[in-house]
Structures are given as C-alpha cells and as structure tokens.
C-alpha cells in the first residue's frame, strides 16, 4: 500500500460512514475504492465488509430506547439472520474469484436499484402500518350512537330542532364521531408499541430476515433496505422501533460473516484497519450533518456513483 492507496481508503472510509447515517450504500463508496487501490475483488468484498461493520455496531447502541421491548423478536429473528450471514459469508468464500469477478457489476447494480427503492418502499411500509393500526384502533373503538342527542336504546330519537341548552339536534353525535375517528386514526394511542411487539413472528418474516442476511453478507450493499422491507410489511409497529430492529440485525448479520472472513484469512488488514477508523469517524460526523443534508440528494449521489462504478468494470471486462 502506497500513501495514495492509503489516503483513497481513508476518504472512501470517511464517506462512507457518514452516507451510512444518513441514507445508507456506504458499501458502494468503500468497495470501489478498494478495487481501485488494486484488490481482488473478492478481498475487496471481505475487506470492506470487515473495515465497516463497527458502524452498525454504532447504530444499534444509538437505537438502545427504541429496541426495548423487542427481546422476544430478536430471539425469534436471531437465528435467521446468524444462518443467513454465515450462509451468505461462506457460499462467497467458495466462489472463484473469476465468477465473483463477473458478477460483481450486476450486484452494484442491483444495489443501486434497491437504494433507488427506498424512499418509495418506506412509504409502502408506512402505508400498510397505518392500515393495520387503524384497522385495530376501529375494531376496538366503542360504538358510537348515530341517533339525535339523548336518544337511549330502545327509544325513541331525539327530535329535530334545537336542543334543550341551545345546541343544534344530532351536535353530540357529530362531536362522538368525530372523537371516535380521531381515535381510530391514531395509532400510537390505539395499538401501544409493546402489544405490537408482543404479536408472534411467523415464518414467512424469518425466512425474509434469512434471505437478506445472506445477500447482505455475500454482498452488503443494500441490506437495511431489504431488511427494512422485510420487517415493515410482515411486522405492525412504529416506524422507528422497526428500524432499531433492522439495524441490529443488519450488525448480526456482518459480525457473523467478518468472524468467517476472519477465519478465512482473506482480509487486507492495513485497507481494513483505515476503514474501521475512518467510517467510525465518518459515523460521527454524518449523523451530525444529518440534520442539515437532505438524504434524497446525497442517496441519488450514491446511486450515481454507483451507476458509474458498474459501468466501468464492465467496460473493463470486455
């Protein structure tokens, strides 16, 4: 390694950190960095893996408040993401480098698409969250009369006209409706964070957290969004609460796959030492600048970088 070498990693580290607090794809800045500085792609991969892991590690500290409560998801989820990333660790350590080689332009690209996605899958998730909620809070809301005032049941309807006291007829039970629709139409009140996270996890959401792990640790670009979607649509809880259990899943997931990259002998430890200590820093200083820089146009950065960076090698491998 070479001082040039060495400074490329370090900004590619401090980037890289800082666009994972705040939008997410800092594997899109590290990893073509590294092929730049002349790795093999697949130690390129490992190294990067292992250079950022200690930003999801941060992540979940900062996320301690919204994970309480969520001690029964994680063992549930647990296990499939620790099989998902060892799956995903190993089935690329048995790649040949020239496979991996040729598919990694497709993999940029397809981490493009899914940081491109979302914006658009939040809403999608915040959507049917809202559906779900406000479907319960209804089911539980009591009955509200729809007779005039001071109809009883059984009796006869108020009548019409101007009620004792001066209030027009009917004025209660437009007062209990609009009472009983701003109850149903809040969530937060209706369905309390801790029933939501007492509801079971199924199967199908294991099976999804198993899968992503292991795209995320044969390939982590975008795995917070596949994570995000995966427990958005199949889980009921507040937004901030889903996306605590993301991040500590996504940390599950690469502390896995870095302890079988270890093992594997295959880390450039000078690149990756760099790494650790520039996306930590980056961590910092990004979730800083955070409340300043609108995360829609540093993510379409990332995409276009990105974009640029497939483009290039497979140019390159013609």
Wanted: hydrophobic share 55%; proline share 6%; charged share 10%.
């Amino acid at each position: 390694m070479n001082g040039i070498d060495a400074l490329l990693t370090a900004g590619a580290g401090l980037l890289a950190g800082g666009v994972n607090a705040i939008a997410g794809g800092g594997t899109l800045i590290a990893f073509p960095a590294l092929l730049a500085a002349g790795l093999p792609a697949v130690t390129a991969n490992i190294t990067s893996s292992v250079g950022l892991v200690t930003g999801y590690a941060g992540g979940a500290l900062g996320y301690r408040r919204e994970l309480a409560g969520q001690a029964a998801r994680l063992r549930a989820l647990g296990p499939a993401a620790i099989l998902g990333g060892a799956a995903g660790a190993v089935i690329l350590l048995v790649t040949p480098g020239g496979a991996f080689k040729v598919a990694v332009p497709f993999l940029v690209l397809l981490s493009c698409a899914l940081l491109a996605s979302q914006t658009k899958l939040a809403g999608v998730v915040a959507r049917r969250r809202a559906a779900r909620t406000t479907g319960s809070a209804a089911v539980a809301a009591p009955a509200v009369p729809t007779a005039g005032l001071g109809a009883t049941p059984g009796g006869p309807a108020a009548p019409d006209g101007p009620a004792p006291g001066g209030s027009p007829a009917g004025a209660g039970t437009a007062t209990a409706e609009v009472t009983a629709t701003s109850q149903a139409t809040t969530p937060a009140a209706a369905v309390p964070a801790g029933a939501s996270a007492a509801q079971p996890v199924t199967w199908p959401t294991r099976v999804g957290v198993f899968l992503a792990g292991a795209y995320g640790s044969y390939f982590g670009a975008g795995l917070g969004v596949l994570l995000l979607g995966v427990l958005g649509i199949l889980l009921v809880d507040d937004l901030q609460r889903t996306n605590a259990l993301k991040t500590l899943l996504s940390f599950i997931v690469n502390a896995v796959g870095v302890v079988i990259f270890l093992a594997s002998a295959q880390v450039a430890w000078a690149y990756a030492g760099i790494l650790v200590v520039a996306s930590a820093v980056g961590g910092v200083l990004g979730a800083r600048v955070a409340r300043r820089l609108p995360a829609k146009g540093l993510r379409a950065g990332v995409i276009t970088l990105g974009l640029v960076v497939a483009v290039v090698l497979l140019i390159r491998d013609l």
